[in-house]
């Protein structure tokens, strides 16, 4: 069991490029999660999926969008990269809302 | 206000020590509870859970007081291998079970 993946483990972008953020968990999980991970701000989430076929806004959802591919796979794109978005993103996922959660490695993320 | 706030820190303790870290809670409606361990560049990984009761895992303790709305973290006979950053998780049921976490109180176990 590899648990919850995510890539790329880093990656540098300019202002305005688009990239993918790729997440999967072989945990067969109902729920996934992207979080973002500033200094001194805590883990605050981006958007979430209660299950497959939904997706909702987090607290931080602006410059974001995301799909939910199938069960396993949830990706978080930026369209227009911008400096604000330098931080590490983490990707969860758990058994159903409001259960323990379980997280990937990140992706360290730097735009200039 | 915060929906979370933990103490950063640093707190360094001796080999050995008890040490309690506290954490408080915004919203009297949460109903789950959680410590996270996040060790440098690293994920957060889910130490325990925080039942109503309060709750042991070994040398940890857990406890939870819902009428000042905080939760605690106690280590007793502390390791080098507890040096991390710990975080305080609550939900939130009136924005879709949300997670919340603190900043994280930093521990350095010493020699």
């Known amino acids: 069991n590899a648990g919850v993946t995510q890539t790329p483990k880093f990656q540098v972008l300019k202002t305005g490029q688009s990239m993918t953020l790729q997440c999967a968990q072989d945990?067969?999980?109902?729920?996934m999660y992207w979080y973002r991970q500033d200094p001194g701000m805590g883990l605050r989430l981006i958007y979430y999926s209660a299950s497959e076929g939904t997706t909702d806004k987090g607290e931080v959802p602006n410059g974001y969008n995301v799909s939910r591919l199938n069960k396993r796979e949830f990706s978080l794109r930026l369209e227009s990269a911008a400096p604000s978005q330098t931080s590490v993103y983490f990707c969860?996922?758990?058994?159903?809302?409001?259960?323990?959660?379980?997280f990937g490695p990140g992706t360290r993320l730097t735009v200039l | 206000r915060k929906e979370v706030e933990q103490d950063p820190g640093p707190f360094n303790v001796p080999e050995g020590a008890t040490v309690a870290f506290n954490c408080t809670y915004s919203n009297s409606a949460s109903q789950s509870f959680f410590w996270y361990r996040q060790d440098c560049r690293k994920e957060p990984k889910l130490l325990m859970s925080v039942y109503s009761s309060g709750n042991e895992d070994g040398r940890f303790t857990a406890q939870l007081n819902r009428a000042s709305q905080y939760i605690s973290l106690l280590i007793r006979d502390s390791k080098l291998s507890d040096s991390a950053t710990y975080l305080c998780v609550v939900n939130n049921p009136n924005t879709g079970n949300q997670f919340y976490f603190g900043t994280g109180t930093s521990l350095t176990v010493i020699p």
């Open positions: 945990m067969n999980h109902n729920s």
């Open positions: 969860a996922s758990s058994h159903r809302e409001g259960n323990e959660q379980f």
